[in-house]
């Protein structure tokens, strides 16, 4: 690993954790708590994704002398935040339209996401850790093509497929972001750092 790289490793590696923790958290009320309102899920989700896109802007700007596509990570760290600030700021619209304003805000987070993430996965990264950066862009964009399919063929689906579905992928989304940060952290103790 070179200089810079060890640097930027040192560096982030607990934020890669910390966005993957939060992500199993998220996924772990979403499969307990399914009966609970659309608001609350609008709002769970709200802030999830304020706070992984605050981690992914601060990582972006952190890695922007020795990652060339560090501005994807940038993108993707918009794009969080701005779902995050639509679902805080508006949860109550979810009600009004039977779940739908939630569920398309969920895909365009993920088909986005996803994009970005693979494209800051592929250029950022090295070894497993670039291959589980590109895993997790590819579930997270895939997830979202489902879900938008599924709600043109079945836009009446209940609430709780979407919540169990958003949970499951939350906590597989924060498995790969802690394995990730498990791979940086053991390549920092390797070389002694």
Known sequence: MTRPLTSLARGIWW????????????????LIAPAAALTGIALVFGVYALVDGIMAIVHAVRTRKAATRWGWLLVQGVIS??????????????ALFGGLFVIW??????VMHGAAGIASAAGAQTGRAKTWGIAGGVVTLVFGVLLAIL??????????????????????YGIMLIIVAV???????????
Request: aromatic share 10%; glycine share 14%.
């Open 105 to 110: 805000t969920i895909v365009f987070y993920s």
């Open 15 to 30: 934020l890669v954790l910390l966005r993957g923790i939060l992500a199993i958290i998220f996924g772990v009320i979403a």
């Open 151 to 172: 709600t043109f063929v079945t836009p009446g689906a209940t609430i709780l497929g979407l919540i169990w579905t958003v949970g499951i992928y939350a906590i597989l």
């Open 81 to 94: 935040l701005a779902a995050g600030l639509v679902a805080l700021i508006f949860p109550g619209i979810a």
């Open 183 to 193: 791979q940086l952290r053991r390549g920092l103790v390797a070389l002694g750092i």
